[in-house]
């Protein structure tokens, strides 16, 4: 065998036992993803009037629906219009009457990541209903309600009435025990309903008022008035709360407990090592080697 083949032949050898080396190796993948749920979002809304009445004209030979809403909003939202007109066909000669004004009417509804809310506020406001052009249904000096839902805490809501209440020309005093009657001879009656407020685990819900009409002014037929009226309404629900990140068992059998009696080891500061480094430090070994020997062989042919 000439030099040219001895080096060939140790050349070989090397690659031989670097491929040993490197396969008996374990493969470590760095850097793996991990997966992330994002919780739901809360929800939030408010309204500052919403109406569900039903008209008849013309000795009831004609019906005609009053479903409006003012500031009504979705989170994230807000809306401040401080009053709504309708047009029913048949009432006021066919033009345009108001059913709210206010001189504040605000609604807000806003969600983050850890918070939902809903808020209305309403300020002398004057509601009308068809066939009373110049008697309010019911006038309020400052009506407020607000359903706040923070992830992780009970859902609040409160809603309030304050001031001076009047219905169909008459001052009232409400009362949160149970609803309030209010009967007008030959004009009609309305029913009040106060500080409405419901909670769940994740839910609130809070109405500052609400209103079952039954209007027929002088038993005339003109215009009879029957549904109800919500004013000043606000939910949320709340956001989910992530789950708290679950720390993951060591598996390192070191890690276990000593038999008693045992001498406790220093603890090496930390450099780099991995589970990985025995299997390479064989392969650096076995690369040494095989080196070495190609070495010492090719000597002794030169000799």
């Known amino acids: 065998m000439n030099s040219n083949n001895f080096r060939m032949s140790a050349r070989r050898l090397t690659v031989l036992a670097t491929a ?41 030979t004609v019906h005609v629906p009053l479903a409006v809403s003012l500031n009504e909003v979705q989170a994230p939202a807000s809306a401040d219009r401080t009053a709504l007109s309708a047009r029913l066909g ?22 983050t990541a850890r918070r939902a809310e809903g808020s209305v506020r309403v300020a002398h406001a004057e509601l009308h209903v068809p066939g009373l052009p110049l008697l309010s249904l019911i006038k309020a000096d400052t009506i407020t309600a607000r359903a706040t839902c923070a992830a992780g805490e009970a859902p609040v809501a409160s809603a309030n009435v304050l001031g001076a209440v009047t219905v169909l020309g008459k001052r009232v005093t409400l009362t949160a025990g149970g609803p309030t009657q209010v009967k007008v001879p030959g004009v009609g009656e309305v029913r009040l309903d106060l500080s409405r407020r419901s909670t769940t685990t994740r839910t609130a819900a809070a109405t500052a008022l609400e209103l079952k009409v039954s209007v027929n002014p002088l038993k005339l037929n003109v215009a009879d008035v029957e549904g109800t009226v919500t004013l000043a309404k606000a939910t949320c629900e ?20 000593r038999p008693q009696g045992a001498p406790a080891t220093a603890d090496l500061a930390e450099t780099g090592g991995s589970s990985a480094t025995p299997y390479i430090a064989g392969g650096a070994l076995a690369l040494l080697l095989a080196g070495g020997g190609a070495v010492a062989v090719a000597r002794r042919r030169k000799g």
């Open 20 to 60: 040993t080396a490197l396969a008996s190796a374990p493969v470590v993948l760095g850097g793996a993803g991990a997966a992330h749920a994002t919780g739901a979002h809360g929800r939030a809304s408010a309204v500052v009037l919403r109406t569900g009445l039903g008209v008849s004209l013309l000795d009831k």
């Open 238 to 257: 709340s956001p989910v709360t992530p789950p708290a990140k679950t720390p993951v068992p060591s598996h390192d059998p070191a890690a276990g407990p």
């Open 90 to 111: 048949g009432v006021n000669g066919g033009r345009p009457f108001t059913v709210l004004g206010a001189d504040v009417a605000q609604a807000r509804a806003t969600v």
